[in-house]
């Protein structure tokens, strides 16, 4: 099982990235996916999940500038992240979960610059 998280970089406050993680060695579709991200010193916390059926939910900080969203098809799940903040600097971890079983990714570090 893979999954490849990239997207990441460097970016002034008030700027937008899109986050993508590509999904292998899965049936992409049964799983819910979501995004996590950890800051320096810091736990590792929830930014958004989606649904197998596309229901999504998000951590109050990100509501309304963050978006989580999927494609079957393309087995692949997103994270638009609009009016970025010095405080969403982090390494993002998108996970695959099923039942008790969940699956990470290597992460990717977005940096926020005020």
């Known amino acids: 099982v893979q999954l490849q998280a990239s997207g990441g970089g460097l970016v002034q406050a008030g700027g937008s990235l899109r986050l993508s993680c590509a999904a292998s060695?899965?049936?992409?579709?049964?799983?819910?996916m979501g995004w996590y991200r950890q800051a320096p010193g810091k736990q590792r916390e929830l930014v958004a999940t989606i649904t197998r059926g596309g229901n999504t939910n998000y951590a109050d900080p990100v509501k309304g500038r963050f978006t989580i969203s999927r494609d079957n098809a393309k087995n692949a799940v997103y994270l638009q992240m609009n009016s970025l903040k010095p405080e969403d600097t982090a390494v993002y971890y998108c996970n695959a979960l099923r039942s008790n079983i969940v699956y990470w990714g290597q992460g990717t570090q977005v940096t926020v610059s005020s």
């Open positions: 060695g899965i049936i992409f579709s049964i799983y819910a």
